[in-house]
């Protein structure tokens, strides 16, 4: 399909809208409305919040204007990780940390009706600033029935009578999008999307003209970046959408906030001299420089960030309205330094090397779990995962043949490394069996 026959049909599924007049902007004309989101008409420069310095980008060829940030609501589905104690935490401070968002400029904010409780939480911090901010709301596509259930749930969680963007998670289907247009003429949803690690699935829906944006994980590491001639990067995923006028928001901009195992392996002078670093600068200016590294992308149209307290609501926003006027040698030389030595290290879950593996081994899987009990501290959650897996997909089954190794498209030890986490995730060590 053309990228004119996509822009076509694009724009007739908008004009289907009727049921009222949402807010909505688009470049220094209010559409839809005689309201604009506070803030934005007060300046010459539409895309700019002078009392915040937020800036805002234009979501592909819809109407609305996203703030650079937004808060990723992603941890709302730790709750076995995290425990009942911090999980619990984490929730008495949504309100706080969305509020002071919306505070500083930002407009969106990004969950799933599967996170737990999250969609209602959202409603009850932000009912009172419903024409400030942009509901982006995921689903997992089912049938219609069930479809339809999350949605109706969602609206009464959020209080409202329609989520600006609505987006299928992991998957898209030819029926569940027929669905989503349904809900989308009932005007119950003003846009469609689809969050998915696998560009290959967004290019689908991008050629179907199904989808206004997409959500695709991207960061300094990347999560594709190279790859396989039939695997289409993320750069070129982001080039596509936009021919094609589709939005695009950045998830997992902070690498899940990696800190690679190797940080406590003080031989190492090169190791040591980063760890320095790290220590002496803060997080902080290591995750500024992330984001501004994201944002400097002009196909990405904003960065979805999980932000736990308000000090990091403050830290991120702060990273993107600065952005112009401070350019920071020392965050950049942290993040490139991490980049360098994190990249052996860190699998990006791209599949390439599955089909190659003549034992069947789920070997993302078993380094996602690694990832978890060396990176994020999950090791309960780590080993349970683990040992779910059938003994005939485990590490032990590895024979050394190394084809993964040849197929990576990063280099890296997949060999050592499963067999680490073998060692890790159970009492036993790992042996090489055929």
């Not at 990347?222 to 080039?239: H, N, T, V």
């Not at 999950?378 to 005939?392: F, H, S």
């Amino acid at each position: 399909m053309s990228n004119m026959s996509n822009t076509d049909n694009k724009k007739d599924r908008k004009s289907g809208i009727t049921r009222r007049e949402f807010i909505g902007y688009s470049g220094a004309a209010i559409v839809g409305s005689t309201l604009a989101k506070p803030g934005l008409a007060k300046s010459n420069d539409p895309h700019y919040k002078p009392e915040t310095g937020m800036k805002y980008r234009k979501l592909g060829s819809t109407d609305i204007m996203l703030s650079e940030v937004g808060v990723g609501m992603a941890s709302g589905s730790l709750s076995r990780q995290l425990g009942p104690f911090l999980f619990d935490k984490w929730r008495r401070e949504r309100g706080d940390c969305l509020n002071k968002l919306l505070d500083l400029g930002g407009n969106f904010i990004d969950t799933n009706v599967g996170y737990h409780n999250t969609v209602e939480l959202t409603g009850k911090a932000t009912k009172h600033r419903r024409d400030e901010i942009y509901y982006v709301i995921g689903h997992y596509p089912r049938s219609e029935k069930e479809m339809r259930k999350n949605l109706e749930k969602a609206l009464k969680d959020l209080q409202t009578d329609y989520i600006d963007l609505w987006f299928s998670y992991i998957n898209g289907t030819d029926e569940g999008f027929a669905n989503l247009r349904k809900f989308q003429e009932e005007g119950k949803i003003r846009y469609i999307g689809l969050s998915q690690h696998d560009p290959r699935l967004h290019e689908w829906a991008i050629r179907k003209g199904y989808v206004d944006f997409i959500q695709m994980p991207y960061n300094r590491l990347g999560m594709i970046k190279q790859g396989p001639a039939d695997i289409i990067s993320a750069e070129r995923l982001f080039k596509m959408a936009k021919e094609n006028g589709v939005g695009i928001i950045g998830i997992k901009p902070l690498t899940g906030n990696f800190i690679p195992y190797w940080a406590n392996q003080t031989n190492d002078p090169e190791i040591q001299e980063m760890m320095k670093k790290f220590k002496d600068y803060g997080p902080k200016n290591l995750y500024q420089a992330m984001l501004r590294w994201n944002l400097g992308n002009p196909n990405i149209t904003a960065c979805a960030v999980g932000m736990d307290t308000v000090e990091q609501v403050i830290e991120d926003v702060e990273a993107v309205v600065t952005r112009d006027q401070y350019a920071s040698a020392m965050q950049d030389e942290l993040l490139e330094d991490y980049a360098r030595l994190a990249d052996k290290d860190y699998c990006r879950l791209c599949t390439t090397c599955v089909p190659h593996c003549p034992k069947g081994l789920p070997i993302p899987d078993i380094l996602r779990f690694r990832m978890y009990y060396n990176n994020y501290q999950w090791g309960d959650y780590a080993k349970n995962l683990y040992n779910e897996l059938p003994d005939y997909q485990k590490a032990v089954r590895c024979d050394d043949c190394g084809r993964c190794e040849e197929h990576c498209p990063y280099g890296l030890k997949i060999v050592e490394n499963i067999y680490h986490a073998h060692s890790l995730l159970t009492d036993n060590k790992p042996s090489v069996s055929v």
